[in-house]
């Protein structure tokens, strides 16, 4: 396809009443991503000589949360119709051809459709439609017996019979640049909603001899608007749906594909498995035969091949190497560097903080700022005091390290190579190498000693 450059335009500045919201309806979130956002993501993917947002009142927030170096902006102050939005950003426009019309509310729409409608659009007006059983709202195609289109004509508008029509504007339009100025200067809103319509352009076209055709998008999903948290609802599920197929396509067992959310990517090996009620943010790297159980939290997390990871876990900015065992009820904090076959276990917080081949922290322990050698042992109820209140402070645990259990290292502290921590140890010096330190009062007991009691009266 030798398609013409193109300058994109989506029309945000629509208020979102029906969100029963302060948050402007196209910064709600899919996938953990603004609805405006996707739109734009998309945008992008076809390369547009300019990127043009039309934002509404109170829409500042719309600019300073999708800010980018190659977004221009124009603001509708008074929302008077989608032609009177595009015909804000004329003053902005590009030299670009073509320009393509988007809905910064309609985020599923899909590179691969808009490149069909970019091509339908070649040497005229296409127009995104689809057929729906139920036509209610929409504005309706209104076609001569050729089948040729003839033109647009709003719900509120249109006669009995035009209403019986069951194909219907999506609002995604390509439109010639130089033609567009023209016919949008020309629009009334002598209608029944008082508006300037961007669809009277479509009888502009027929009117100046100019081809109108058609294109339809590959799924129904891709043209669905959010007015509502319904809405909004919905089409997170159709969007993880989606993302829950492409990773079953490619290899990956799911235990339930409805039960998976994945908000941002999630890269994966071969035979990966992941458990129920998952959820992925940001980036994810999962390598060969990770096994993810059932609800953990994964946010921009790596964990290298034939890792298990058990139920309940929480990561955030971890770095997991191979063939480790992690969970229960683990919680790796940003900076967690774990060696391959680490085994962190049941409520085990590791922040900052290196862990060596093989060393394990198996049940309760806070692991902060340290750097901890190979094959090291980190008994139950380990502290290690990384904060003094001002500062944080190092600990360094050398290789072949064993330390007993409910003991606290008070950073800045060191202990060396194979040395022993005896359990309910308060480690505030250094402990050298290959030996035995224990910090415990010596233990005694009272002959003699008796229990006091209640006198019963
Ligand atoms: C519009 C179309 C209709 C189509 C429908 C698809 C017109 C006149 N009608 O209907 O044919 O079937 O979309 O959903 O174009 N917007 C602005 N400024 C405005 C008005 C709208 O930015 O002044 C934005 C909205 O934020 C939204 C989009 O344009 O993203 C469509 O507006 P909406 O009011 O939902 O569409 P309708 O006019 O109902
Ligand atoms: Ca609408």
Known sequence: MSDQPVQVVILAAGQGKRMHSNLPKVLHPIAGKALAQHVIDTARGLAPQKLILVYGHGGEVVRSTLAAVDISWAEQARQLGTGHAVAQAVPQFSKAPCTLVLYGDVPLISAATLRRLLHAGRDGLAVLTVELPDATGYGRIVR???????RIVEEKDATAEEKSIREINTGIMAIPTAHLVDWLGRLKNDNAQGEYYLTDIVALAVAAGIPVRTAHP?????????????????????????????????????????RIDVRGELTHG???????????????????????????????????????????????????????????????????????????????????????????????????DAEIGQRVNIGAGTIICNYDGAFKHKTLIEDDVFIGSDTQLVAPVTVGRGATLGAGTTLTKDAPPGALTVSRAKQVTLTGWVRPQKVKK
């Open 270 to 368: 071969r035979d990966v498995a992941i458990d129920v009620g998952c959820v992925f943010e940001g980036s994810v790297e999962l390598g060969d035969a990770v096994e993810i159980g059932p609800y953990c939290v994964l946010k921009d997390v790596k964990i290298a091949a034939g890792t298990r990871i058990a139920a309940f876990c929480h990561f955030e900015e971890a770095v997991i190497g191979p063939d480790g065992v992690i969970g229960p009820f683990a919680r790796l904090r940003p900076g967690a560097e774990l060696g391959p076959e680490v085994h962190i276990g049941n409520f085990v917080e590791v922040k900052k903080s290196k862990v060596g081949a093989q060393s394990k922290a198996n049940h309760l322990a806070y692991i902060g």
């Open 144 to 150: 001569d017996a050729a089948g040729k289109v003839l």
């Open 218 to 258: 590959e799924a129904a999903w891709e043209v669905l608007g959010v007015n509502s948290k319904v809405q909004l609802a919905e089409l997170e599920r159709v969007y993880q749906r989606n993302i829950a197929e492409r990773l079953l396509v490619a290899g990956v067992r799911l235990a339930d594909p409805a």
